[in-house]
């Protein structure tokens, strides 16, 4: 039961232009919402979250957008970088710790 | 200040071995998780664990999985007679505090490196 989506594997992006990673969810129980950042070979580093009570949060390049009502949340990246390339999981969780995440999108920036 | 260790990086077992998973957390955290990611999917939440305590396995299999974070040394996830479907990648998540209840934002979850677990 999948409760997290992110239904695009992959994302090609050239190097300065915006990148937009999307990702869905299922449970309305869930109140707060992670976008992790992972490379080959490494565990997933945290890069920003979102509250439910907010609809947007900024952190330097990235920025996080979250439709309630919709059930979804993106997260931009403003300018892109080679060194964004990696694999992008979203993630969300309800009252408690367990943390519930989508199959990742795999971005590439080229030069 | 260290990261989240985990070793080894990578294990070999052969089917009905037992594997051993180690997780030592950052520094000053005494919240261990676990997750597993199978190939192609995303990360599961297995357990949940604080020093000498399981708060919550509702992720781990019935049988053969056991967790433990004693007051000394670092979380063990162990795997008995361990099956070709137990392959995956192992990741161990530290927290200073939970986050149990009350609103967010809640407690960064900081993850290892993993440990990829082959069974031949």
């Known amino acids: 039961d999948q409760q997290v989506k992110q239904n695009s594997p992959s994302l090609s992006v050239q190097e300065g232009r915006i990148s937009i990673l999307n990702c869905d969810y299922t449970n309305s129980m869930f109140d707060y919402f992670l976008w992790y950042k992972k490379y080959p070979a490494e565990g997933p580093t945290f890069l920003i979250s979102i509250s439910s009570i907010k609809d947007k949060n900024e952190d330097g390049r990235f920025t996080v957008f979250l439709n309630k009502s919709a059930k979804h949340l993106s997260l931009h990246i403003v300018p892109s970088q080679p060194g964004d390339s990696a694999v992008y999981f979203c993630a969300a969780s309800a009252e408690g710790y367990a943390l519930n995440f989508g199959k990742g999108t795999s971005l590439l920036v080229t030069p | 200040n260290a990261g989240v260790m985990q070793n080894p990086r990578h294990l070999v077992r052969r089917r009905g071995q037992e594997a051993r998973l180690r997780c030592s957390p950052m520094?000053?955290?005494?919240?261990v998780y676990w997750y597993r990611q199978l190939p192609e999917e995303g990360l599961k939440f297995m357990v949940y664990?604080?020093?000498?305590?399981?708060?919550?396995e509702s992720g781990m299999p019935k049988e053969r999985f056991s967790a433990e974070f004693p007051k000394e040394g670092p979380s063990i996830l162990r795997i008995q007679q361990v099956v070709r479907g137990d392959s995956a990648a192992y990741f161990c998540?530290?927290?200073?505090?939970?986050?149990?209840?009350?609103?967010?934002?809640?407690?960064?979850?900081?993850f290892g490196a993993g440990t990829r677990l082959s069974v031949l």
């Open positions: 664990l604080q020093k000498e305590n399981i708060i919550d």
């Open positions: 998540a530290s927290s200073p505090q939970a986050g149990l209840a009350g609103p967010p934002p809640r407690d960064i979850q900081y």
């Open positions: 520094k000053g955290h005494s919240h």
